[in-house]
């Protein structure tokens, strides 16, 4: 049996015979004949055509491997509607484990805490914290540590961020402090890649709210991101693995985009254009996608990244639209990607939560 | 290979796994008055052609107002269906605490520990109806209904001989409240719109929004003390008949149904006489606009509607349970 050192090996040997042949190719090129460029024609279709039949066969590999379509490189795709996760009234937040296997949705109304289902679809169990009865809190978003697989829970009554340990049990609470005086009023939550834990702050009037960056499993402020008066009600979050941040500034019907100094660099602005916001709340990165939830216009709207923070992400198209039937959203809120592309986005009127794939 | 070649086949990979895309309808966010001559926000609520609910609204008014307003509303401070206003309500920042007018789905109001203040002869001072923490939410017992469902607006109408109770309306958020701004209190309209009525009653807005408290039984707001002598004026455009001056409870009006009733009426000469503000026999001293979580006792609980309909609804938006109101008062 190979060992996998040995494949290692002879794949670096391939692709080094492979570029020195191309370095020769280049260094002597002759000037060419008729019959040289028909060869050469042909072998350009030959090469193109080979490139999409091998296309094609790794398409066809990582999705026997995975069981669910992974998310293309290219953005053109959007994705289409599979199935629903009912059982939870007024949803609102989401949040995948890193591993896929759990599914963390809040509850807004009724009992108000958080229900956990299996890739699947079954509820597996619920998240509260240690005391109240189910009018003392209201869960709104859910973010799971990448690190830890703790379970960080935004809760807007209690003015509070409540953590639960990957098995369900409640840990702790964290009240970070507010901009002004008292306590922060946490909405949004997402992990960066260094393990910080971000969260958008609405407490106090528009000059208060702020991202605030927590660390130590969130017991100290690291930093703040935005000046006074910067965002209006700022709802989900999303940090890509560069450390890039994208804030769903709600109320002013945009997204931020900081680079990981925490400066504002662009924005999607909202309008009635192709690609403009209205109200954009949750927001999740995959690979080179970003998925907003505008909430009125009853859509997620799918954007490309370009890798360069700076450059406006690209409009790709939307999917959704307003109704009951499948596929169709009434106010949908928040939205979660697991490893395996799948999507789930909460319909919040509909008391569902979407499942989405590629 | 070549870099033709090598052109190509990233053309050929690329070209293998696109796929057309879609289109989207653009839409847009909060209402917010003074959008100049092309405004992108109305579409955030009406449709020209193919709206859904009165008004051109494309969805429920209900689920619109409490997208931002409402417990799912991460969009705003003021959470009327709680009954909660966050840290920053009003625009100008104010404390968190319990909204002044109750909630829809729950309330903060102690409605069971009121504390008046009397002088050696009872004569009252001053009360306090302690507000709950926003940790600490009760079920409303009774609200408006702002779901459109039918109900009947009691007194509405002119005095009658006969038992005309009050004609059939559904009320929704929009009826009370005018979402685009007019510069009045708590943007009311001038005439809600069920009210029937011609004569509006305008409040000037506040300058400082005060949108929570924690004493239920200062129903005015000393930001805006004009609220004070006009709120039973407004109040009554709806409950038309309710609106009874001094020596009313003892003064046959000559209506089969309100026929006995108490005074509501304060006139704005009566008011600069008695300030500062202390408790006014208005219609906001006893009860509130949204909901209460007011309970109430064997007798109270029997108090049928004008109609002589006992309902689950008996608490009426009262401050205080059973007769509470009555009693901070009246101390009998």
Not at chain 1, 103 to 127: A, C, K, N, P, W
Not at chain 1, 128 to 148: D, I
Not at chain 1, 339 to 349: C, E, K, S
Not at chain 2, 154 to 176: D, Q, R
Request: hydrophobic share 35%.
């Amino acid at each position: 049996m190979t060992t996998e050192k040995e494949s290692s090996a002879a794949v670096a040997d391939l692709l080094h015979d492979a570029g020195e042949a191309g370095r020769a190719d280049a260094a002597d090129q002759p000037r060419l004949t008729d019959a040289a460029r028909k060869r050469r024609r042909r072998k350009i279709a030959a090469l193109g055509g080979i490139g999409v039949a091998l296309a094609i066969v790794i398409l066809i590999i990582i999705r026997a491997l995975s069981g669910s379509n992974p998310l293309p490189s290219i953005p053109s795709e959007l994705p289409h509607h599979v199935s629903d996760i009912y059982g939870v009234n007024q949803p609102m937040g989401v949040a995948v484990s890193p591993s896929g296997d759990r599914v963390y949705v809040t509850e807004s109304e009724g009992s108000r805490l958080v229900r956990v289902f299996d890739s699947s679809g079954h509820q597996i169990g619920t998240l509260q914290p240690n005391s109240g009865n189910g009018s003392f809190r209201l869960p709104v978003y859910v973010a799971v540590s990448p690190k830890t697989e703790e379970v960080f829970v935004s809760d807007r009554l209690r003015e509070a961020i409540d953590v639960y340990s990957p098995s369900g049990k409640y840990l702790r609470a964290l009240r970070p402090p507010g901009s002004s005086s008292g306590k922060a009023n946490p909405l949004g939550l997402a992990f960066g890649p260094e393990g910080g834990l971000y969260m958008t702050d609405v407490g106090g009037s528009r000059q208060n709210h702020r991202v605030l960056v927590l660390g130590g499993s969130g017991s100290k402020s690291l930093r703040t991101i935005g000046s006074r008066g910067m965002f209006w009600f700022p709802n989900g979050l999303a940090v890509d693995g560069k450390g890039d941040l994208y804030v769903a500034d709600s109320n002013d019907g945009r997204v931020a985009i900081f680079n990981p100094a925490g400066k504002l660099v662009s924005a999607i602005a909202r309008g009635v254009g192709e690609g403009d916001l209205a109200l954009p709340r949750g927001i999740a990165i995959s690979g080179d996608r970003l998925f907003v939830v505008d909430t009125t216009a009853q859509t997620v709207k799918v954007f490309h990244l370009h890798g360069n923070v700076a450059e406006l992400p690209t409009y790709i198209g939307s999917f959704g639209g307003e109704g009951i039937g499948n596929g169709q959203f009434r106010y949908p809120n928040g939205i979660a990607i697991g490893r395996n592309g799948r999507i789930y986005v909460t319909d919040r009127q509909n008391a569902r939560v979407q499942v989405w794939e590629y | 290979m070549r870099k033709s070649a090598r052109f190509a086949f990233v053309v050929g990979c690329v070209v293998s796994l696109s796929i057309g895309v879609g289109t989207a309808a653009a839409d847009n966010g909060p209402h917010v008055k003074g959008q100049g001559l092309t405004p992108d926000t109305c579409a955030a609520c009406h449709r020209a052609h193919t709206g859904k609910a009165p008004y051109n609204l494309k969805e429920n008014q209900e689920a619109l107002c409490f997208t931002c307003h409402g417990t799912t509303g991460t969009g705003s401070n003021l959470d009327v269906q709680d009954g909660v206003g966050y840290s920053g309500t009003g625009r100008s920042g104010g404390a968190a605490g319990a909204l002044r007018g109750g909630g829809f789905k729950y309330a903060l109001i102690n409605t069971s520990e009121p504390k008046p203040v009397r002088t050696e002869t009872g004569k009252l001072v001053e009360a306090t109806i302690p507000a709950l923490g926003t940790s600490e939410l009760k079920e409303t017992t009774s609200a408006h209904s702002v779901d459109e469902s039918s109900q009947i607006a009691w007194g509405n109408g002119p005095i009658s001989s006969t038992s005309e109770m009050g004609k059939s309306i559904s009320l929704t958020c929009g009826s009370c409240h005018d979402p685009h701004g007019n510069g009045n209190y708590r943007i009311l309209r001038p005439i809600p719109t069920e009210a029937g009525t011609k004569t509006e009653v305008k409040i000037p807005d506040a300058t400082t929004k005060v949108y929570t408290t924690t004493n239920y039984w200062a129903s005015w707001d000393t930001n805006q003390m004009e609220f004070e002598y006009k709120v039973s004026e407004w109040c009554t455009q709806c409950h038309t008949r309710l609106l009874a001056g001094s020596g009313s409870g003892n003064a046959n009006s000559g209506d089969a149904t309100y026929t006995y009733r108490h005074r509501t009426s304060y006139t704005k000469e009566e008011w600069e006489k008695s300030a500062p503000p202390k408790a006014k026999p208005n219609c906001i001293q006893c009860h509130v606009a949204h909901g209460t979580d007011a309970t109430m006792g064997a007798n109270a609980s029997q108090v049928a509607y004008p109609n002589g309909v006992v309902g689950k609804e008996t608490s009426f938006l009262l401050r205080l349970d059973n007769r509470g109101v009555c009693q901070t008062c009246h101390n009998k």
